[in-house]
């Protein structure tokens, strides 16, 4: 069925949005202000998701896209809106989420750009496959599907990961290694995950394995040493299906850690752990979060960082903190969050390697108190009841950032009904050309 309609924004998830006639349509690469003609594909849940069958009118934000694999690859939804808009609808993303989903109604202050629109991601995941014509192939999923496209240029990945990747899938070929089918848990090579630190400008080239056995990486790690200089080479050993990087791990070559530095504070950043992924958009991340503890005057304080990683925020505010204690479940992370203190003398932290809920759950039954909390989860959220437990802990207030609205507005609103209130909330652009947005909110305790 065709229908013409006029794509009134973006919602989460990347769509261009219409109401027209009571429908709901859900369109494809479509631009915010696009007046389109559409094909609907399928129906769900009275969602008529659509692709645009002609752009009738384009919106004056369409612009040309900077990639080939522009609506084939499932990596970038918005490459071709202008920048501008990209930030006011992701604004407009938070603010709707808000309301949406948990009836708060708040301000939502504009998206905080990122310094670079391309080249800004400090890690890509790329996987191997193999083609119907039976040909090694090196990229990135298919957009809806389980399929790997072959990337040869990625605009959002920074310059060397284009010509590393490139490099690897010729050696790999050359080689004849065999490539990991999830279907039949048969083969080898699974992943090419590339980091790169913006500070040091180091690369990080990591091979991750479905087994322990790769007999021709000593020779594809010397290639790479001699075309890419001062490259570090990991090899990652990882049985798992779910989840892309992790495991045990062996540093080929180089340092086997990736450093950043922030401020004059420097980070130690091991293969498998995590790393926000846009090095200037987590500078002025930092200096937001310090601009308010600043003012908090905090140095007889405490802070709990959840959900510490490397202990990225623990470290670089301990020293406005009398002590500090950071938790994350990753034991190697842990074991960098420790040395971070370390290398930058910070003496007044803690770091605990343990289950963020089991952790908390004991502090509450032997009564301790913060003054101010960090928490940083993962997609999914707070875990069910981690909201009350904390929300009974902390004395001033809570930092939540998040990487999804969605639960994002969930877990604000049940902070709402333990008596917090929320002071502000700041998007991030962590992932331009995407639908993707960080946010900071700061919420404090209502003095009752
Ligand atoms: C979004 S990252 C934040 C890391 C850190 N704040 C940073 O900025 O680098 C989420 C972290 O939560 C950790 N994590 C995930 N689930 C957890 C859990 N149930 N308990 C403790 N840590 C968890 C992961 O290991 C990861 O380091």
Redesign the pocket.
């Known amino acids: 069925m065709k229908n013409n309609i006029f794509i009134e924004k973006y919602i989460y998830s990347g769509y261009g949005f219409s109401k027209y006639n009571n429908e709901i349509y859900f369109v494809e690469n479509a631009c915010p202000g696009d007046f389109v003609e559409i094909e609907e594909q399928y129906e769900k849940k009275n969602i008529h998701f659509s692709k645009i069958s002609m752009i009738i009118e384009p919106s004056k934000h369409r612009r040309k896209p900077m990639c080939d694999y522009f609506t084939v690859c499932g990596g970038c939804q918005w490459l071709n809106c202008d920048y501008e808009e990209q930030l006011n609808q992701k604004t407009n993303i938070v603010q709707e989420q808000l309301k949406r989903l948990s009836s708060i109604e708040v301000e939502v202050d504009k998206t905080i750009r990122s310094n670079s629109q391309y080249d800004y991601r400090a890690k890509m995941e790329f996987a191997f496959s193999t083609n119907e014509e039976g040909e090694i192939v090196l990229g990135l999923n298919q957009r809806n599907s389980n399929n790997i496209i072959d990337i040869e240029n990625c605009p959002i990945s920074p310059k060397p990961f284009d010509k590393i990747k490139n490099v690897v899938r010729k050696l790999v070929k050359e080689y004849d290694v065999p490539i990991y089918d999830p279907k039949t848990k048969k083969g080898m090579l699974k992943h090419l995950v590339l980091r790169k630190s913006f500070s040091s400008n180091n690369v990080m080239a990591i091979f991750i394995t479905h087994t322990e056995f790769f007999p021709r990486l000593k020779d594809i790690k010397a290639q790479l040493v001699k075309i890419f200089n001062g490259i570090n080479v990991i090899h990652v050993m990882n049985s798992s299906d779910k989840v892309t990087l992790r495991g045990p791990y062996k540093s080929l070559t180089g340092e086997g850690v990736l450093k950043e530095e922030f401020d004059g504070f420097n980070f130690q950043i091991p293969p498998t752990?995590?790393?926000?992924n846009n090095y200037y958009v987590t500078g002025k991340m930092l200096k937001y979060i310090l601009e308010y503890y600043k003012k908090e005057k905090t140095s007889n304080t405490s802070l709990l960082d959840l959900?510490?990683?490397?202990g990225?925020?623990g470290n670089y505010f301990a020293p406005l903190f009398k002590q500090v204690i950071g938790?994350?479940?990753?034991k190697l992370?842990i074991k960098a969050a420790k040395a971070n203190s370390n290398i930058n003398n910070i003496k007044n932290t803690t770091f605990i390697a343990?289950?963020?809920?089991e952790k908390i759950l004991e502090f509450a039954e032997k009564g301790k108190k913060f003054d101010y909390v960090i928490v940083?989860?993962?997609r999914a959220g707070l875990?069910n009841k981690l909201v009350g437990i904390l929300s009974k802990m902390v004395e001033k207030s809570i930092i939540y950032i998040s990487?999804n609205p969605s639960t994002l507005a969930r877990d604000l609103k049940q902070f709402q009904d333990e008596n917090f209130k929320i002071k502000s909330v700041q998007p991030f652009d962590m992932f331009p050309n995407t639908y993707h947005v960080e946010t900071v909110v700061i919420l404090e305790r209502i003095e009752i």
């Open positions: 752990s995590f790393f926000q959900y510490c990683g490397v990225l925020f938790i994350d479940y990753t992370s343990a289950d963020a809920k940083d989860p993962p875990e990487c």
